[in-house]
């Protein structure tokens, strides 16, 4: 798909595995990571563990968020998660949304907004730690 880079990002609607609404628009301030991803992709677990530790490292900054957004049904994504221990943000999306809003077609898909709602990565595929880094950087992240 085309890169959505430069462009505002679009309001999309989360809603976490307690059942808490999350709209992107209220993170605004704040650099945001979003991770599109499935149980049944078969990349996107090579990804987690390095958004795990890049979640671990910035957990006190509270400049940036961390989102792994997921259109498959709670029980599907919490027993993936019995068996992956990961503490970053795991939330629910619809998959119109995803598709809709930000032209999710192949996951996983990650992007990195900045402060003012600014879409400055959009990456196709599974990120290296460093990649994942420089996206941030792209955003204005100062570690």
């Not at 989360?14 to 945001?32: H, Q, S, Y």
């Not at 809709?100 to 996951?107: D, E, L, R």
């Not at 990456?123 to 990649?131: L, P, V």
């Amino acid at each position: 798909p085309d890169s959505m880079v430069g462009l505002v990002a679009p309001d999309i609607l989360f809603t976490d595995l307690n059942g808490e609404k999350i709209a992107l628009k209220d993170l605004r301030g704040k650099i945001v990571f979003i991770d599109f991803w499935a149980t049944w992709c078969g990349p996107c677990p090579l990804e987690m563990p390095h958004i795990e530790k890049l979640f671990k490292e910035y957990k006190g900054n509270d400049t940036i968020a961390f989102l792994g957004a997921s259109n498959e049904e709670k029980g599907t994504i919490t027993g993936f998660l019995k068996k992956n221990e990961y503490s970053f943000p795991i939330v629910m999306v619809k998959a119109e949304d995803a598709r809709g809003k930000f032209n999710v077609t192949s996951i996983p898909a990650g992007f990195v907004i900045d402060a003012d709602g600014v879409i400055r990565a959009h990456m196709i595929g599974t990120q290296s730690e460093a990649q994942l880094r420089a996206a941030f950087a792209k955003a204005g992240f100062v570690e």
